[in-house]
């Protein structure tokens, strides 16, 4: 006989401890675990290790409500938040429900049961065992944790250095006194040039397009004020709104006045690099701010490094490797001893679970995305996924009590299964609003948003915060 249990849920990072919390507050009779296929809990702050890894949202959006984040930076180096996600874990007891080594491969539903199977891996030797659950929580982020992605370069073979992706990053690589070309322009290329600049390495961005980098304090003046007068939980959600409601009206600005938001980047990078040509060249991008996310660079630590000569930046194309580095486009040669291939990241939703129903597979990218969270016409299965213009936590965990209130109504109702029904005429969109190169790579494989109501993938959470917490769960679905 499998085990059994009530909600599975698979991914031990920021989602998956949200859900594992929210599950536990929503009813504690009822059974759950999360099954994590690596040794660590922290999702992908556990995976990335290359140097100066860090958040690219503020931490006191992407911490937990429930237990926000005390720390004074604005942004946060990833091995403090790796202690943030284990420290949240074990005080409320959730650490106990996580089964690291167990890569859930497979999930199947059984329309005579009403159940989930999953095929699980466990272990070191992968052996494969089997557990049913009633509902799935699929809080596996949307990237793909084992291949990165890794053009083919033209002539790398002739290259005498190393090529590194970030994802990939030895921990053992010395850097000190050697000559760094980071390839990319994306929010992995704006942290590496400056940590691996303080390293000591000579450091080289090499960007064919540029991208906007928004310098940012390191601390938030509010942060130590609100701590000294209030109580830490009332002011963990002073600043939280505060910050909610600033990003919130930035993202509106550029949508309604881009013009306007293109003046105010172009401006703070000029004070911050001090070289007006320099902006215009390599800090202009020709889309409009949050086309593409929007990189951040904390105390201007990217612009600092440029402007003191510790690292230089390029906008080119890499036409070939040679023996020695990178030539050009334009016929320049990069020397470089390593070359950190930022290029972005491969994009593979529910972790690469197979899903199907009664041995049918079902193809994500034929699906329907209901709220943002359900999959239409797939009983029983919830996936977390986050903003693309705020803190990912800030929807995951509207995710997570939407679906213990689903689980409630269903419980009280005495339903057994919910699906979400697909009402016909509904048109697809583009589930991501991003033109970035890992968005565009991915169409054909994710899921789609409709064109209204419930099946539109809105990247506001002031709206969806009421939709999430009050909209009736019974709106386009199927219960029985």
């Given at each position: 006989m499998s085990e059994h249990l009530d909600v599975v849920v698979v991914g031990a990072g920021?989602?998956?401890?949200?859900?594992?919390?929210?599950?536990?507050?929503?009813?504690?009779?009822?059974?759950?675990a999360i099954l994590e296929g690596r040794e660590a809990s922290g999702g992908t702050?556990?995976?990335?290790?290359?140097?100066?890894?860090?958040?690219?949202?503020?931490?006191?959006?992407?911490?937990?409500?429930?237990?926000?984040?005390?720390g004074a930076e604005t942004v946060a180096d990833g091995d403090k938040i790796r202690s943030y996600i284990d420290g949240v874990a074990e005080r409320h007891g959730l650490a106990a429900r996580i089964r690291f080594r167990h890569k859930v491969i497979a999930a199947s539903w059984s329309r005579a049961t009403a159940r989930w199977t999953l095929t699980v891996q466990v272990g070191a030797d992968g052996r494969r065992e089997r557990l049913t659950c009633r509902f799935l929580y699929l809080a596996t982020g949307y990237f793909d944790y084992e291949r990165p992605h890794l053009p083919d370069f033209p002539g790398e073979a002739d290259f005498a250095g190393q090529i590194i992706h970030p994802q990939l990053w030895p921990p053992d690589l010395r850097v000190r006194g050697r000559r760094a070309v980071v390839v990319g322009s994306g929010a992995t290329a704006v942290t590496l040039v400056p940590a691996l600049a303080q390293r000591g390495a000579q450091v080289t961005m090499l960007q064919r397009t540029p991208s906007w980098v928004m310098p940012v304090p390191c601390r938030d003046a509010v942060v130590g004020w609100a701590h000294r007068v209030l109580p830490s939980q009332a002011a963990g959600r002073l600043i939280r709104w505060k910050n909610i409601l600033t990003h919130a009206?930035?993202?509106?600005?550029?949508?309604?006045?881009?013009?306007?938001?293109?003046?105010?980047?172009?401006?703070?990078?000029?004070?911050?690099?001090?070289?007006?040509?320099?902006?215009?060249?390599?800090f202009t991008p020709g889309y409009r701010p949050w086309d593409q996310r929007l990189c951040v660079a904390p105390g201007g630590d990217l612009y600092a490094a440029l402007r003191d000569g510790r690292a230089d930046i390029v906008t080119d194309t890499l036409e070939r490797f040679t023996t020695n580095g990178i030539r050009l486009s334009s016929g320049r040669e990069l020397a470089a001893d390593i070359v950190v291939a930022a290029t972005g990241l491969r994009v593979r939703l529910a972790g690469g679970i197979r899903l199907d129903i009664d041995g049918v597979r079902q193809d994500l990218a034929s699906l329907f995305l209901y709220r943002g969270t359900l999959l239409g016409g797939v009983p029983n299965v919830a996936v977390s996924l986050g903003y693309v213009n705020a803190a990912w936590t800030l929807r995951a965990d509207l995710a997570a009590q939407y679906v213990c209130r689903l689980l409630g109504t269903m419980d009280a109702q005495g339903w057994t299964v919910a699906m979400p029904v697909p009402p016909a005429g509904l048109e697809p969109r583009p589930l991501l609003p991003l033109t970035s190169s890992y968005v565009r790579r991915a169409e054909g494989s994710l899921p789609s948003q409709g064109h209204e109501g419930p099946w539109v993938m809105r990247h506001n959470y002031l709206r969806d915060r009421w939709e999430m917490m009050r909209a009736d769960v019974r709106e386009h679905m199927s219960f029985r």
């Open positions: 920021l989602s998956g401890i949200a859900a594992g919390y929210r599950l536990a507050q929503a009813d504690p009779r009822r059974s759950w702050w556990d995976l990335f290790r290359y140097p100066g890894v860090r958040s690219d949202s503020d931490m006191s959006t992407l911490g937990f409500p429930f237990e926000p984040w005390t009206g930035f993202y509106e600005l550029t949508r309604r006045r881009p013009a306007v938001a293109r003046s105010l980047l172009r401006r703070a990078a000029h004070r911050a690099l001090g070289d007006a040509s320099a902006v215009r060249e390599h």
